[in-house]
């Protein structure tokens, strides 16, 4: 597999390229999930809050996603003071291709990180719905204290408290 060239040490690595894209927000972050009412119960568990749902099929699903005939459903979660949304997404056609539970180190998305007020409360939480931590708790440089924990479908999430 090609390597990704090394970036220059200072100065400007893409000053010869067209002027970037204008991004305005990362509006949501979307999440393919086989089991759509559990994947939203270990979200809410953790906090966030159901924004809407709806199902989605036709032309407009089709060319987004390059599926001919797809149809899913969705449920749009969102912190309660707002900011970026998690989409989960349920497919009834084509079937959902499971992942598996991918160590955190493979290629691709990794996580989704939230932040909590109490991180303990919240692993002890997703505990018992039988949800694990991936390692342990650490702390960086006095700042953050955080874990991960394997969710539905194997999905890894960050729970992240600051410190201090």
Known sequence: MPRAPRLPQGGEPFRDRPAPVRVRAVD??????????????????????????????????????????????????????????????????????????????QVGLRSLVLEVDDLQAAVDRVGADGYGLVGGVGQFEGAWSMAYVRGPDGIIVALAQRLG
Do not use: C, K, Q, W
């Open 28 to 105: 949501h972050v979307g999440i393919t999930v086989t089991d759509l009412v559990a994947a939203t119960g270990f979200f809410v568990s953790l906090g966030l809050e159901t924004e809407g749902s709806a199902v989605l099929e036709g032309d407009f699903l089709d060319t987004v996603i390059g599926i001919a005939g797809a149809r899913t459903e969705i449920v749009m979660l969102r912190a309660p003071g707002g900011g970026t949304g998690v989409e989960l997404s349920s497919f009834e056609r084509p079937e959902p291709v499971p992942s598996g539970a991918a160590p955190t180190n």
